[in-house]
Every structure is written in structure tokens, then in C-alpha cells.
């Protein structure tokens, strides 16, 4: 069965730190997508990124990156030089072809950047 | 416009009522889902339909129904609502093919049960 642990649920990191959230996976198909989104205070849900199991390059786009590691399972995702409009919790998620690519979400990962 | 939208955007019902929430969007996606969001939970599927003749049971589709009305139209139904299915519901959509695709969610809707 799929799975996502998203371990840490709320992290508080001042303005131009960086951070990195912590995403674990849970599969048993070589077929897999993984995905980050994140929910402004607003509550609109917004597309982050989207990484299939076969392409573990890491991706840069401006202050986020991405770090995939088949190794360990795990999909991270970093702010390097964090702003209050970062503030939102972050989705990490995961979906598999057997499972006719149905959508199981992490519970999430409450940033808050203080000014 | 927006491209996925819900109606209602909030709703207060009793418990045994039966509810209605509904979903369209514009932007011309085969796939569509329903997600319950609840603290700490995050997001979890309740059904989802990759075509207008397939529908698909979610982690937690016990207690909702759904009908694809047309490609543009998904709606979920309560039959008999029951206070722990006060959340924060939301459509998506996305396109079809060969793997997964990043979802476009509607802005949700509130419902709350008594």
C-alpha cells in the first residue's frame, strides 16, 4: 500500500533562514509520481512540482529545490532564503500507476515565516 | 473565471440531511476527483473518475456517492449526513494520459454538520 509520512507538522523559522521539508514514501511499484503543493492561509491548494520515479534529478526553480532519492524514499523540499509569504502548509504526495493513478497526500507541514 | 469551481462554497446541514456539493470546471480534464480535508490529515480521496463511464472508490468513499454528470461536472453526494463529516471538501481535476498529472483544485467548500 502507498503511503506518505510528512514527520514534521508545523516548523517556525525567521525570515532568510533556510528550510527543508521532510517528505518519506511508501510504495512497492517501480511506477510512481511524486508531488509538492502548497495551501496559503487563503486555502487554495497550488501545484508545486511533479517528479516520475525514473527521473531523480534534483530540481532548482528560483528559492525551491527539490531533492529525490530513490534510496531512501524520500522527497525534499527546500526554501533557501525563506519569506512571510511562504507561510502555508505544504503537501507532499504520491501516486501509482497500479493503483490507476489515484492521489494519496501527506498530512502536511505547517510553515510559519516570521518577519 | 476560475477554471474549477464549487458550489456551495460553505453549507451548514443536519445530521440525516441529505447534501449535495458540486464541481465544474473549464478546463477540458478527463480526470476529477473529491478530497475531505480534515487537521492534520491532510488530503483524502473520496472518489475519483478518470472518463465520464469510470468511477473510482477512494480511501474513505464510505457514506458519499458521486455522479459524473459530463466531462465538465463531478458532484458528491451525503445521503444522510453525519456530524463527522464536517471538513473542508475539494474538487480537482487533471489531465489524462500515460502517468499522473498535477491536480488544479477548485476553492473548496465548508461543510459543517449539526
Known amino acids: 500500500a502507498q503511503k506518505v509520512t510528512q514527520a514534521q507538522t508545523e516548523i517556525s523559522v525567521v525570515e532568510k533562514e533556510d528550510v527543508t521539508l521532510d517528505c518519506v514514501y511508501e510504495t512497492r511499484d517501480t511506477t510512481y509520481y511524486l508531488f509538492w503543493y502548497k495551501q496559503p492561509p487563503s486555502g487554495e491548494l497550488v501545484f508545486l512540482i511533479r517528479r516520475n520515479s525514473f527521473d531523480e534529478q534534483n530540481e532548482i526553480s528560483g528559492r525551491y529545490s527539490w531533492n529525490f532519492q530513490k534510496s531512501t524514499s524520500s522527497f525534499n523540499f527546500t526554501i533557501t532564503a525563506s519569506q512571510v509569504v511562504d507561510s502555508a502548509v505544504y503537501f507532499c504526495?504520491?501516486?501509482?500507476?497500479?493503483?490507476?493513478?489515484?492521489?494519496?497526500f501527506g498530512a502536511g507541514t505547517r510553515l510559519f515565516v516570521k518577519a | 473565471d476560475a477554471d474549477v469551481t464549487q458550489t456551495p462554497r460553505n453549507r451548514i446541514t443536519k445530521t440525516g440531511k441529505r447534501i449535495m456539493l458540486e464541481c465544474s470546471q473549464t478546463k477540458g480534464h478527463d480526470r476529477m476527483y473529491w478530497y475531505r480535508q480534515d487537521p492534520g490529515l491532510g488530503l483524502r480521496l473520496i472518489y475519483y473518475s478518470f472518463d465520464v463511464k469510470d468511477i473510482n472508490k477512494g480511501e474513505i468513499s464510505d457514506g458519499y456517492s458521486v455522479s459524473r454528470q459530463a466531462q465538465a461536472k463531478f458532484s458528491l453526494s451525503l445521503e444522510s449526513a453525519i456530524p463527522n463529516q464536517t471538513a473542508l471538501y475539494f474538487c480537482?481535476?487533471?489531465?489524462?494520459?500515460?502517468?499522473?498529472?498535477?491536480?488544479?483544485f477548485g476553492p473548496g467548500t465548508r461543510l459543517t454538520v449539526t
Open positions: 480537482a481535476t487533471s489531465e489524462s494520459g500515460q502517468g499522473a498529472y498535477e491536480q488544479y
Open positions: 504526495a504520491l501516486s501509482e500507476y497500479p493503483g490507476g493513478f489515484k492521489t494519496i
